[in-house]
Nanobody
């Protein structure tokens, strides 16, 4: 299984970015997938996830600004981020549930990508 993130970059406060996570060898659309982030010196933080049935969930910091979605045909996970703030600056990781029940808001036994850097300047 491979997860490959892209779409990170540097934007000004209030800007937008769309992250993508291309998958390979994964049973897409069955298990939960999501995004987590980690800023320097801080713990990894769950941002959003989407269940196999398409139900999304968001952390409070992402609610109303970020949108998680999937393209089942392309087997890609997305994270549309609008209204970005400097505090959103972090490495963003795509993660995918290995087996039913392993997700645990990304903290369980999951597959991981290498990450894509998002930097928001004020």
């Amino acid at each position: 299984v491979r997860l490959m993130e892209s779409g990170g970059g540097s934007v000004q406060s209030g800007g937008s970015l769309k992250l993508s996570c291309a998958t390979s060898g994964y049973n897409f659309g069955i298990y939960t997938m999501g995004w987590l982030r980690q800023a320097p010196g801080k713990a990894r933080e769950w941002v959003a996830d989407i269940r196999g049935d398409g139900t999304p969930s968001y952390a409070g910091s992402a609610e109303g600004r970020f949108t998680i979605s999937t393209d089942s045909a392309k087997e890609i996970l997305y994270l549309q981020m609008d209204g970005l703030r400097p505090e959103d600056t972090a490495m963003y990781y795509c993660a995918a549930e290995k087996y039913i029940g392993s997700w645990n808001l990304g903290a369980g036994d999951n597959y991981w990508g290498q990450g894509t850097q998002v930097t928001v300047s004020s």
